[in-house]
């Protein structure tokens, strides 16, 4: 904490601090260096057609704490340390300047620019800061071990080697003999050695009770809050602190030291946290060099098998185009072939012709002459498609090799996220439960790429887990679970790559009973609601239904119904229902509710619109109805006024039920929840 032990203006350790209005402390030699004339810090005022002086005060007071001016100007210091406690003050520019005129000094502190105006003495007039002043001394006595000097030598620069218990004196040796001779009166004094002499003075000053200044009878016993000065209780009567707030020392301290403990407890959490974490990161920088190392590995590995596929792809292509050339040699003897086959029939038949051409006798040449006429004529015209003057394949290679996607894909090859991300950790401090409600805070893990999280419950018994959220936020909130439960939580995080571990469980209670209103969300439009939505009255003649916020489907829940006002005998029904239930209609006449409707004199249970068990017993104005929902073993009866009223009204409830009534115009009912179930139901919460 040594930064906290130093001067913000000199950056040394304080020299007897003072405090300043706004909170901060300067070393009084600091103080007295930055003060100057209270004119100086004084805003410039601006003439009128008559002459006056006018300040501005918006402009020239934007952070003035005007109440301040008018209660401290007999303190000795003005200050505007306390911009929020603005009240409205006629003429307030009047009051400040006229309190600045007994105002000689002025300081700016340093921090917050906040002003403070003073009296002759200056910074000598602000009080000095005690607590710092002896936690500095207690810190350089235990880690500086600073020498104590002798006060009585005019350099102050020797070392003191005794002290006076009765003078409260230090003494170097020399002073000592001349000073304080053993002899006389001085030979009873009691001499010691400083460090025990610092601890001696330390304990008188610590258990000194302080006396008023100005009633030096009086203890400092009361603290102004307006002044910030301790006074005592006659101070506290006259004219000066007459109408500050004035509170008694003792019981301000230890409220104000609880409040800096609450808070000091809230801080040291999340410190823990905070070292916690920097844990977490001095572990993760040790393990970088061996996942950089395989890493490294990995990347060269790929880098390696991606050349080994481009070697075997070289491979396949040399073989393909070692196989075109084959194929291309092939096709171009074959045509060779064929073409020098036709050549020599073509010729034969040039060479027979011109030996008959050479026959002399007549009648022979004309055997056969038409025939070879035939023939030639035959051979001449199918020559050019038999002998096919075009080659049939080129002897070019057409293809060409596209490496350019390949190329380019290389060059822009890159790392991205590959792994899965890391395991997410539940923050307890931002976990809740809140009637049948629980909310959950996670964080992702450090450095992870996170596409969504899964959060998963269990079924508030130990049972198995259930997925309650899919999405990318870090918190949940999930409704309508069972009363009095307790349950685990856990979730994990997922991308491309794969999904996390799961985090570690948390556990949280749902309350034990259930508080809830009437939802005007769900309710017949013809329902009025006040008392924040526990009372309702209805503006039509005839019934209509309003349902509670919550629903049931375990456990043991009784809550009461309170007739406020109750008119022309008519019949409100209480009892139970389905969400989807009619609300036009009296609760019980269809399938979905479980009632008791009763007036003046009796009741009848009533579900499907059927009629039972008629009881004696009716209401009236400020009568309590109580509806015990024993879903454990699924029924439901009633009270009246803390008594049962008739038998079990319904048995083998099954499923999710919402408390819920209906009444008319004629009728006006309030809520209370939160209630335990009456010691005489005999039941057992499951």
Known sequence: MEEELKCPLCRKVYTKPVLFPCYHSFCMACAVGIQQPAQQLIPQTTGTDEGTQVINETVDFPEIDKLSIVSETDSGVVCNSRPSSYVSTPSISNIFTQSLQTCTFGIKCPICHKSVFLDDTGAQSLPPNKVLEAIVDKYYNQHKHDEVKCEMCEDGSTDATTMCKQCEVFYCDKCRDSCHPPRGPLAKHNLVDPTQGKNI????????????????????????????????????????????????????????????????????????????????????????????????????????????TIKQRKQELLESVKTEKENKICVLKEQVSDCTSLLQRTTGLLQFCIEVLKESNPTSYLQVSSGLIERVSHAQANFYKEMELAPRVSPEFELTLDNSPVIQAIQTMNFFQMKAPGQ????????????????????????????????????????????????????????????????NARVKAHNHAGESQYSDLVSLQTAEVAWFTFDPVTTHPDILFSNDNLSILCNSFDHRVALGTVGFSKGIHYWEVVIDRYDSHTDPSIGIARFDVDKNLMLGKDDKAWSMYIDYQRSWFIHMDEHTNRTDGGIKRSTVIGCLLDLGHHTLSYYIDDEPHGPIAFTDLHGVFFPAVSINRNVQVSLRTGLEPPVDSGSEEE
């Not at 301290?253 to 801080?267: A, D, I, P, Y």
């Not at 970088?288 to 790929?302: I, K, L, M, S, Y």
């Not at 996670?442 to 049972?463: F, K, P, R």
């Open 424 to 487: 997410p950790f539940i923050i307890p401090e931002e976990c809740s439960a809140e009637n049948n409600s629980i909310t959950i805070a996670w964080q992702n893990y450090l450095g992870s790429i996170v596409e969504a999280y899964t959060l998963e419950l269990d079924d508030g018994n130990e049972g198995d887990f259930r997925v309650v959220y899919v999405g990318r936020e870090t918190i949940c909130t999930v409704d309508g679970l069972h009363f009095n439960s307790i349950y």
């Open 201 to 308: 003075l330390r304990t008188k000053n610590k258990n000194k009770e302080v006396k008023c200044a100005e009633h030096g009878d009086e203890q400092l016993s009361m603290y102004c809050v307006v002044c910030k000065i301790p006074v005592c209780f006659t101070c506290a009567q006259d004219g000066r602190h007459l109408s500050h707030d004035v509170q008694a020392l003792g019981a301000l301290c230890k409220s104000q030291k609880n409040e800096l403990s609450q808070n000091l407890q809230t801080l040291s959490e999340k410190a823990k946290s905070g070292t916690e974490f920097i844990q977490r990161l001095k572990s993760m920088t040790e393990s970088v060099n061996g996942n950089c190392v395989e890493f490294e590995t990995t990347v060269a590995a790929q880098c390696d098998a991606l050349i080994e």
